[in-house]
């Protein structure tokens, strides 16, 4: 058997082995992607709850006490939460965030606003550790599951603590926003402070019957708005995660049809080889048999 052969045998043998797990990844990636667009509508859903409970309470609460600081703070202060991934494969979708970053960092430094950065990924902070990018806080993600709640609701909590005290003056996510199949737009997106989506304009007349609240609807309202702020920052994560998965799956879709391509033609390379190398022992026999010259 003539070198070329066995070179072309090896290489198809090698990506035969490796055509599998590009499949099986592929796989994993496409229903890590259904599954975070099935869970970030049924968040959606959720928060869109948040409305009815707000026109019901808002009636009860004097605006000024619920925006009494609202156009008078100078934010000075910011934190960015950066969401990046735990997994591989998909260098670009975490180098455009880490560029979007500095760029967001000069932005705010020329503005005299200081920033914090909060990681999360442990590619990301590879990333930024690499060019020697200022953070203060990191987070990893799961690398067999899609972001869970309780990441969300930690993070917005502590940073709500923060706000409350007047350490910091606004939140801010940078993220890649699903755009569709393998389609990504890096988006900043201000949580805190946080103001809900409901029409003033429908608020004014308390609802009849009126709705029986318990406790201090202020109190109330405060609770509500730290946990839609969570729920917020958790479909952000969800969103960020449909992104991710989405290119992860199409790039592995372009390398299992690579794979498919490359064993096609060593097969193709593989029977010439062996084609020319059976005629060379025909003629080398015809030869030794003085049926042929030399």
């Given at each position: 058997?003539?070198?070329?052969l066995?070179?072309?045998?090896?290489?198809?043998?090698?990506?035969?082995?490796?055509?599998?797990?590009?499949?099986?990844?592929?796989?994993?990636?496409?229903?890590?992607?259904?599954?975070?667009?099935?869970?970030?509508s049924?968040?959606?859903?959720?928060?869109?709850?948040?409305?009815?409970?707000?026109?019901?309470?808002?009636?009860?609460?004097?605006?000024?006490?619920?925006?009494?600081?609202?156009g008078?703070?100078?934010?000075?202060?910011?934190?960015a939460?950066?969401?990046?991934s735990?997994?591989?494969?998909?260098?670009?979708?975490?180098?455009?965030?880490?560029?979007?970053?500095?760029?967001?960092?000069?932005?705010?430094?020329?503005?005299?606003?200081?920033?914090?950065?909060?990681?999360?990924?442990?590619?990301?902070?590879?990333?930024?550790?690499?060019?020697?990018?200022?953070?203060?806080?990191?987070?990893?993600?799961?690398?067999?599951?899609?972001?869970?709640?309780?990441l969300?609701?930690?993070?917005?909590?502590?940073?709500?603590?923060?706000?409350?005290?007047?350490?910091?003056?606004?939140?801010?996510?940078?993220?890649?926003?699903?755009?569709?199949s393998?389609?990504y737009?890096?988006?900043?997106?201000?949580?805190?402070?946080?103001?809900?989506?409901?029409?003033?304009?429908?608020?004014?007349?308390?609802?009849?019957?009126?709705?029986?609240?318990?406790?201090?609807?202020?109190?109330?309202?405060?609770?509500?708005?730290?946990?839609?702020?969570?729920?917020?920052?958790?479909?952000?994560l969800?969103t960020?995660?449909?992104?991710?998965?989405?290119?992860?799956?199409?790039?592995?879709e372009?390398?299992?049809?690579?794979a498919?391509?490359?064993?096609e033609?060593l097969?193709?390379?593989?029977?010439?080889?062996?084609?020319?190398?059976?005629?060379?022992?025909?003629?080398?026999?015809?030869?030794g048999?003085?049926?042929?010259?030399?």
């Amino acid at each position: 058997m003539s070198e070329d052969l066995e070179r072309s045998q090896d290489r198809l043998d090698n990506i035969r082995a490796i055509d599998p797990i590009l499949s099986a990844l592929r796989t994993i990636s496409m229903g890590s992607w259904q599954s975070a667009l099935n869970r970030l509508s049924n968040v959606q859903t959720y928060r869109n709850q948040f409305v009815d409970i707000y026109n019901a309470i808002l009636p009860y609460i004097n605006a000024r006490q619920v925006n009494s600081n609202e156009g008078k703070i100078k934010v000075r202060r910011v934190y960015a939460i950066i969401v990046g991934s735990e997994r591989g494969l998909i260098g670009k979708f975490n180098r455009d965030i880490a560029e979007f970053s500095a760029s967001y960092l000069v932005e705010q430094q020329q503005k005299n606003i200081g920033v914090d950065f909060w990681l999360l990924g442990s590619r990301i902070k590879r990333i930024f550790s690499q060019h020697h990018l200022p953070y203060t806080s990191f987070s990893s993600l799961s690398t067999t599951s899609l972001p869970p709640y309780r990441l969300a609701s930690d993070i917005t909590n502590e940073l709500l603590m923060l706000y409350e005290k007047r350490e910091i003056d606004a939140v801010d996510v940078i993220y890649n926003n699903y755009q569709g199949s393998s389609r990504y737009k890096i988006t900043v997106k201000r949580i805190i402070p946080f103001t809900p989506d409901v029409n003033q304009s429908q608020v004014h007349e308390p609802p009849w019957p009126p709705a029986i609240v318990e406790t201090d609807s202020v109190s109330l309202y405060t609770q509500l708005v730290k946990q839609e702020t969570a729920i917020h920052m958790y479909g952000l994560l969800l969103t960020s995660a449909a992104a991710e998965h989405s290119a992860r799956y199409q790039l592995l879709e372009e390398a299992t049809q690579n794979a498919q391509r490359l064993i096609e033609e060593l097969n193709l390379a593989v029977q010439m080889s062996r084609r020319q190398a059976i005629t060379r022992e025909m003629q080398e026999l015809a030869v030794g048999a003085g049926m042929l010259e030399k």
